[in-house]
């Protein structure tokens, strides 16, 4: 496309997320600093929000990117799972036998041995869901009952949420206040501020390869953030189509 003519590597501003498009602005620095040092410490469940476009599966995978050998992830990234379907994703993340996947208690046994077992050899289990505002109740619940598997001293199991604020709306509902406190820290995931928008930008063009300089006009920024709002994946939306005007 315009990649030549930019003498570009690759899109800077794909809306797939790629943990190299990662930009350490303060908002999201700090959810990935808060998120590493809370699992550090065995907090049992932890969520995190933002509006759509905010940039929440960016930094969930930025965060399985940065944790280290010490910790199993299972990661699901599309949780329209209802409470069974939702036991298999997990067991099948921690290499669970399929043997036992057809009977309901067989497969809590066996996903409860797989996670002591990995207790054993020192290693913190970590299960992320982004999307969870999509989390039928049902499996919200289970999810919750999943982290009851402990050992005298130690969480088998950890969870982060990600979801959009409609999480937070599903959780103040009566049926889940067991689940509600469960939650050790939440945090919101803000939009970009107006200094914050030029920085952004150009990381992802360097990230791309370019080396020119500053791409975007001070008016092209004004804009951009009036228009987008500092929603993340609408600057990407509108500066791919700012580039490819451009290039036309």
Not at 176 to 184: D, N, P, S, T
Request: aromatic share 8%.
């Amino acid at each position: 496309m315009y990649l030549k003519y930019y003498d570009l590597q690759e899109m800077p501003f794909a809306l797939t997320p790629c943990v190299n498009f990662f930009c350490k602005l303060p908002g999201h620095h700090d959810g990935l600093n808060v998120l590493l040092l809370h699992l550090r410490h065995g907090e049992g469940f932890i969520k995190i929000t933002g509006n759509v476009g905010s940039g929440k599966t960016l930094l969930c995978r930025t965060l399985l990117d940065h944790l280290g050998d010490e910790f199993v992830t299972a990661y699901i990234p599309n949780p329209d799972l209802d409470p069974m379907m939702l036991r298999k994703a997990l067991a099948q993340e921690l290499h669970v036998s399929q043997d036992s996947f057809n009977d309901p208690h067989a497969l809590l046994t066996a996903i409860n041995q797989r996670l002591m077992e990995l207790h054993a050899l020192q290693k913190r289990v970590v299960l992320l869901i982004d999307e969870a505002q999509a989390l039928p109740s049902e499996s919200l619940e289970t999810v919750r009952l999943l982290t009851n598997l402990e050992t005298e001293k130690n969480k088998l199991l950890q969870v982060v949420l990600f979801g959009q604020p409609e999480l937070d709306m599903r959780l103040n509902h009566r049926s889940l206040r067991q689940l509600k406190q469960r939650i050790a820290f939440s945090y919101r995931l803000p939009a970009l501020k107006r200094p914050e928008l030029r920085i952004y930008l150009n990381h992802r063009l360097v990230t791309a390869g370019y080396r020119h300089g500053d791409l975007f006009t001070t008016t092209a920024c004004w804009l951009l953030f009036h228009k987008s709002k500092g929603i993340p994946r609408l600057i990407n939306i509108l500066a791919h189509k700012a580039m490819m005007a451009a290039y036309g």
